[in-house]
């Protein structure tokens, strides 16, 4: 604040604002109700709600106004935006601050990958704080880019907008010890601990919460939610593009418990982004479901703003930063007017704010693989019963399946009829040849192939397909074209999209991004893919192993549970069974 007892004198109206919105109905956050009054704007921050004369003066005719929304996990670089673009997608919607974890990037360039993030939204409108990645990578189960250790993140932990550790999807290592695990949460100096354990329940999530961990994302059931509050972890209540939670949660908030309670999307895609909107889309699905509005918007703004200390941040009042959203009216939850810190940022949709990203050259050229071959994609089992990954609509977990698969010469073989497709997850950062080869069970492809390089949490090169050989045109596509996702059929590319910042984010606006996606997508379910599958988020998570039951990477296939690799045959004796 440049002058404070200035501001003090504006605050009491005894000198003009620099800015007045005229005429609101202003969300008093602390007592859930609207009142009538002008909101004084002073240096970026709100000086006061009540009567007031500014020197620019803007009425609002009773439109409503709240603090701008606080997304309070998610990884921008899912959204295959860079920040800038990202920001010019979000801040129309009416997110003004997110907490980043930039797991994605770090898993494919480490350190360098997440100061290219930090540096990436330092001088953009929109507030960036980060949580540093706490698993890179996520399991030993895969090859990442990079291994990140406590020693390597300790020096970024007392930067200003580092706000702790992100998601710690290490669960084992919490409940058994694991020496790096804690030298990792010793380095936050009592910044947050955000959690990631699908599943964990009893006295193994109390062991969990025992070593610091504070919140969690990955609730799916009204138990799952219930259980974490229980614990004292704060519930983070996700609804992604991929990962579709929220109206399943609801009802485990109660007036009781609704503080300890905030709202994240994870990953979104650029499509749902523009269509639907962000942290709004889930104002909106809550309150069309009951919650009350009072109760939705402060899990959108002052609950994610207390959980993470951001002491100026989800309140309109004196000394608050001036983030503010004007709505016509509470139905749509689209804003007419988005302010950040006092300045007109979007209006009607549209960012008001251009610039030019980050350079990325130092991101790019990230996709090293090695000579593809079919032989890369033989599934041996030679006696036809398979351990197969069963896929869920609309969720990211997946279930184990045993089944009897068609073979030739002792491998399985792609069978659309029985929608049992060929997987295969290849080594992308260090060309060590590496090959995962597995099944899956209910995506729908009846033709062609689709391939990659966002690939959960590695980030490793994921194709799957009817035919082998249109499974390595679409990955060599991927190599040609520096890391994206791509269709291939009758060994033809349909199509593709380059991602050439570390394999994971375009360098085009979000409207293009989307559109070059959804012609991709339709692609994809032209080929068969089911409409309850978004196909490319679908394959992103089929290597993720740190979430239940059966997920495919480099090394080989894993059953989550056991925290350990099977083979695909059901019968060998190696298997989990």
């Known amino acids: 604040m440049k002058d404070l007892k200035r501001f003090v004198r504006v605050a009491q109206g005894l000198e003009p604002a620099e800015l007045v919105l005229k005429h609101g109905r202003v969300f008093q956050t602390f007592m859930g109700q609207f009142v009538h009054g002008d909101i004084a704007v002073q240096d970026g921050y709100v000086a006061g709600v009540g009567t007031y004369t500014g020197k620019s003066e803007?009425?609002?005719?009773?439109?409503?106004?709240?603090?701008?929304?606080?997304?309070?996990?998610?990884?921008?670089?899912?959204?295959?935006?860079?920040?800038?673009?990202?920001?010019?997608?979000?801040?129309?919607?009416?997110?003004?601050?997110?907490?980043?974890?930039p797991h994605e990037i770090a898993n494919v360039a480490g350190i360098k990958g997440i100061q290219y993030m930090m540096q990436a939204s330092e001088n953009i409108p929109l507030d960036v704080y980060f949580m540093l990645s706490s698993c890179v990578p996520a399991t030993s189960l895969e090859d990442a880019g990079a291994v990140l250790t406590a020693k390597d993140l300790a020096p970024l932990m007392p930067d200003r907008r580092v706000l702790g550790l992100a998601e710690l999807m290490n669960v084992p290592g919490v409940l058994c010890g694991d020496d790096e695990v804690y030298a990792k949460l010793a380095i936050t100096g009592g910044k947050r601990v955000d959690g990631h354990a699908p599943g964990l329940s009893g006295?193994?999530?109390?062991?969990?919460?025992?070593?610091?961990?504070?919140?969690?994302?990955?609730?799916?059931?009204?138990?799952?939610?219930?259980?974490?509050?229980?614990?004292?972890?704060?519930?983070?209540?996700?609804?992604?593009?991929?990962?579709?939670?929220?109206?399943?949660?609801?009802?485990?908030?109660?007036?009781?418990?609704?503080?300890?309670?905030?709202?994240?999307?994870?990953?979104?895609?650029?499509?749902?982004?523009?269509?639907?909107?962000?942290?709004?889309?889930?104002?909106?699905?809550?309150?069309?479901?009951?919650?009350?509005?009072?109760?939705?918007?402060?899990?959108?703004?002052?609950?994610t703003a207390r959980y993470f200390g951001l002491k100026e941040l989800g309140v309109i009042a004196p000394h608050y930063k001036a983030d503010l959203l004007v709505f016509d009216d509470l139905r749509e939850w689209k804003p007419c007017r988005v302010f950040k810190e006092g300045r007109a940022i979007a209006e009607n949709g549209k960012a008001l704010f251009s610039g030019e990203g980050l350079a990325s050259e130092?991101?790019?050229?990230?996709?090293?693989?090695?000579?593809?071959?079919?032989?890369?994609?033989?599934?041996?089992?030679?006696?036809?019963?398979?351990?197969?990954?069963?896929?869920?609509?609309?969720?990211?977990?997946?279930?184990?399946?045993?089944?009897?698969?068609?073979?030739?010469?002792?491998?399985?073989?792609?069978q659309p009829e029985q929608d049992i497709l060929k997987a295969a997850v290849f080594e992308r950062h260090h060309a060590t040849g590496l090959v995962g080869t597995g099944l899956v069970q209910g995506f729908g492809l009846q033709k062609g192939a689709l391939a990659s390089t966002v690939a959960h949490d590695s980030h490793n090169l994921i194709t799957i397909g009817v035919s082998d050989a249109d499974m390595l045109c679409a990955a060599q596509e991927l190599r040609r074209i520096g890391g994206g996702i791509a269709v291939a059929l009758d060994g033809r590319v349909l199509g593709s999209l380059a991602l050439p910042i570390a394999g994971l984010m375009s360098k085009l606006g979000a409207a293009e991004v989307a559109a070059e996606v959804a012609r991709l997508v339709e692609l994809a379910h032209g080929l068969g893919v089911r409409d309850c599958y978004d196909p490319f988020l679908t394959l992103a998570f089929l290597s993720l192993p740190v979430i239940p039951e059966l997920k495919l990477t480099d090394r080989g296939l894993v059953d989550v549970a056991a925290f350990r690799f099977i083979t695909v045959s059901a019968d060998d004796r190696n298997d989990a069974e």
């Not at 998610?74 to 673009?85: D, F, G, T």
């Not at 905030?262 to 942290?279: K, N, Q, W, Y």
């Open 362 to 414: 130092s991101m790019e050229h990230t996709v090293h693989v090695a000579n593809l071959c079919e032989a890369d994609l033989h599934v041996p089992v030679p006696t036809g019963q398979a351990n197969v990954i069963g896929l869920v609509p609309y969720q990211i977990v997946t279930k184990k399946l045993q089944l009897k698969v068609r073979t030739e010469n002792g491998g399985a073989v792609s």
């Open 58 to 101: 803007i009425d609002l005719a009773g439109r409503f106004v709240t603090p701008g929304f606080i997304d309070g996990h998610v990884h921008i670089e899912s959204s295959m935006l860079s920040p800038l673009e990202f920001a010019r997608a979000v801040l129309p919607a009416g997110t003004t601050t997110v907490v980043a974890d």
């Open 203 to 303: 006295l193994a999530l109390m062991g969990y919460a025992a070593a610091g961990v504070s919140s969690d994302h990955e609730c799916v059931t009204i138990e799952d939610a219930r259980e974490r509050l229980g614990a004292g972890m704060f519930l983070m209540l996700r609804e992604g593009s991929a990962a579709h939670n929220l109206s399943a949660l609801l009802p485990a908030v109660t007036a009781e418990n609704a503080q300890f309670c905030c709202f994240v999307t994870d990953d979104r895609h650029p499509a749902d982004l523009l269509s639907e909107g962000h942290i709004n889309h889930m104002v909106r699905i809550a309150v069309a479901e009951g919650v009350p509005v009072a109760r939705a918007l402060q899990m959108a703004t002052i609950n």
